[in-house]
Structures are given as C-alpha cells and as structure tokens.
C-alpha cells in the first residue's frame, strides 16, 4: 500500500514534482489500452474495481471521513460516477480504434470545450476568442482525420475521443459546482464505485480465463495510473495555482506520445504533429485565459 507521506508536500516544489509526475502517469494510462488484451469497458471496469478500494485506503490512511457531507452530494457523486465511467470506456475505446496519439489528442479537446459551454451554463456572454479557440481546434481535429468516413477506425477513433471529451466537460463541470469540497482520492473513491455498479452488468471476459500477465498490468493500472496519479494530482491542487496545474496538465498529451513511442513503438506522422499542436496550443492559450479571468 501507498505511504500516505507520499502524496503530502510542505512547498511549491514539492507541489511541481507531484503535479508533473501525476501528469506522466495520466499520459501513460493510455498504453494500456494496448497493453491489456480485453475491450475498453471491461479493462475501465477491473481497472475501477481495484483503484475503488486503493483510493478507500488512501482517505481512510490520511483520516479522512469517506461519508459525504449531505445526501445531494451522494446524487452528485452518481451523476459523476456515470459520466466518468462512460468517460474512461470512451477513452480507452478511442486509443483502441486509432493510437494513443490521435486519442489523447481528440480527447484533449475538452479545455475547449469547457470555455464554450461554461458560459452557457452561467448564463454569461460567450467571448469572441473563445469562439475563435473553438474554430482552431476544429482546424487542429480536422488535420488528424484521415478520411470522412466513420468505417475507417482512425476516424472513428478521433469521434470517440472527442466523445470522451465531453464527458469529461460535463463531469469537471458538474464536479464544480457540487463536489469541490470534496478531495481527489474521496471523489473518486465514490466516482469508481458507481462506475463498477453502473459498467458490471455488461461485464464480457470470464475473470477465470484472465491471465496472471494481465491481472498484473490491471493491477498496475488500478494502483499506480489511477490511484495514485488522482492523490497526487490533489496534493498538488494544495499547493500550486490553477494556472500552473493547468498549464503542465497540457503536457498528458506529449508524455502519452513519448511513451507510446518507447515503449509500443507507435509513430506519429506530420499531420497529427501539426494538428496536436494546434489543439494543444489552443488548450494552453485557453488554461492562460481562464486563470487570468479568475483572477480578474
């Protein structure tokens, strides 16, 4: 089990160090998705069952109380268990379909996303540049898509992954307005319950037919790219401003690509560069602006 210590720093750089190490584990999620041998519900389903308990651990470790504070809060935590676990089967089924690349890519139009629905749900004027962001990343989409044809698995993949992008969109907007008192690993403690409740029933593998190999890259998965990524990305929330936690966040992108890379030999053609980039630009630019508005 996890040290509690470890997830607990006393300075900005210690905030940085968590913050970025969490950001290389949410990147290297993604090779699981061609790692394991099964589909992506079942892999999000094992891969939650075990990160439910580990995160269990973690609160009670830290002597936190696992009891929300009032029963909307319970309602909240099922809406975003829902949302998250549709979220992770879509992301995994993206990176299935194309490469981790063009996956983490599609899906790394959320931060867009974001900044065009917000205002809607406020009831706020909708900015010029945000529209202007929003035509870019579309630009940037456009560029990773090989073939208007949704039989082709890259395009279709591209499809999933921006799917996965809204609702993850709905599930951080809808963790904001009712979960924020809330730490990481106790918000996802209740996410990854509801995801196993909600995602078992169309369980397909038999578990006695999966292999040891694959039972230890699930339990991998469970603990160290999700657990753990999720208690130190909330270690680091302490400490560090939004702007900065937004900023090096952007960077999942890139680490999934190197250690595609690496580690799967995964290539990236020019196209997809310039039109990661171009969403990736854009995401950065809309992390500035966001924060630059919050402090205003």
């Known amino acids: 089990m996890m040290p ?3 997830f607990k720093g006393s300075n900005p750089n210690s905030g940085l160090l968590q913050l970025h190490i969490a950001v290389l584990l949410f990147g290297g999620t993604a090779l699981f998705s061609k790692i394991i ?6 892999i999000t389903v094992l891969r939650c069952v075990i ?3 580990v995160l269990g651990s973690i609160v009670k470790l830290n002597k936190k109380n696992l009891h929300l504070q009032q029963l909307k809060h319970y309602f909240a935590a099922l809406g975003l268990g829902i949302l998250v676990s549709l979220h992770w089967v879509t992301y995994f089924s993206s990176m299935q379909r194309s490469s981790v690349a063009i996956g983490m890519i599609a899906f790394f139009t959320y931060p867009v996303m974001t900044v065009l629905i917000e205002p809607i ?6 900015k010029r540049v945000d529209v202007v962001s929003g035509l870019a990343v579309l630009i940037g989409v456009t560029l990773l898509i090989p073939e208007a044809n949704l039989d082709n698995d890259v395009t279709l993949g591209i499809a999933t992954g921006i799917l996965s992008a809204a609702l993850f969109t709905g599930r951080n907007l809808l963790h904001k ?3 924020s008192g809330y730490s990481g690993p106790q918000a996802m403690f209740y996410q990854t319950l509801v995801a196993v409740l909600v995602l078992s029933p ?3 593998v038999d578990l006695h037919t999966i292999t040891a190999e694959t039972w230890a890259s699930l339990l991998v998965l469970g603990v160290f790219f999700t657990a753990a990524p999720h208690a130190l990305f909330a270690s680091a929330l302490r400490q560090l401003s939004a702007k900065t936690v937004g900023l090096v966040s952007c960077l999942q992108p890139f680490y999934g690509a190197v250690l ?3 580690l799967l030999n995964e290539q990236v053609n020019s196209t997809t560069i310039v039109g990661g980039l171009i969403i990736l630009a854009t995401a950065v630019f809309e992390t500035q602006q966001n924060h630059k508005k919050n402090k205003a």
Not at 121 to 126: S, Y
């Open 37 to 42: 041998p099964l589909n992506a519900l079942d």
């Open 4 to 6: 509690t210590g470890a």
């Open 51 to 53: 990160a439910f308990f």
């Open 177 to 179: 307005r009712y979960f």
């Open 202 to 204: 169309w369980l397909e």
């Open 260 to 262: 595609a890379l690496l």
């Open 121 to 126: 749900i406020n009831k706020t004027p909708l």
